[in-house]
């Protein structure tokens, strides 16, 4: 069973940037696709990016994609979220989160991420 655990989260002034970062447990990360995914209070859970297995390919959702860079260093275990000009509307609990089939390709659908961490908190103020 891989455990998830993000930090990085806070509160930060609108136009400013924070760095999430997601650490994985087990030895197969570099197998597997991963992704950000975030919920506001009230909300349904919106995907944010996707990783493929190497890294060389990345995806964004259109109200992030110029702000947001999603990377990872499999030697490391870990996946990064940089989010540049952060709008109000990008407060949320920010998770991590696991393809659920190995050597699968990094799609933006829910369903695909079975494995999640518990979340950070990105609060920006306007």
């Known amino acids: 069973q891989v455990q998830l655990v993000e930090s990085g989260g806070g509160l930060v002034q609108a136009g400013g940037s924070l760095r999430l970062s997601c650490a994985a447990s087990?030895?197969?990360?570099?197998?597997?696709?991963m992704a950000w995914f975030r919920q506001a209070p009230g909300k349904e859970r919106e995907f944010v990016a996707s990783?493929?297995?190497?890294?060389?390919?990345?995806y964004y959702a259109d109200s992030v994609k110029g702000r947001f860079t999603i990377s990872r260093v499999n030697a490391e275990n870990t996946m990064s979220l940089q989010m540049n000009s952060l709008k109000p509307e990008d407060t949320a609990s920010y998770h991590c989160a696991r393809h659920r089939l190995s050597w699968a390709p990094a799609t933006p659908r829910l369903e695909d991420y079975p494995y999640w961490g518990q979340g950070t908190q990105v609060t920006v103020s306007s």
């Open positions: 990783i493929t297995m190497s890294g060389l390919n990345t």
């Open positions: 087990g030895r197969t990360f570099s197998s597997y696709a």
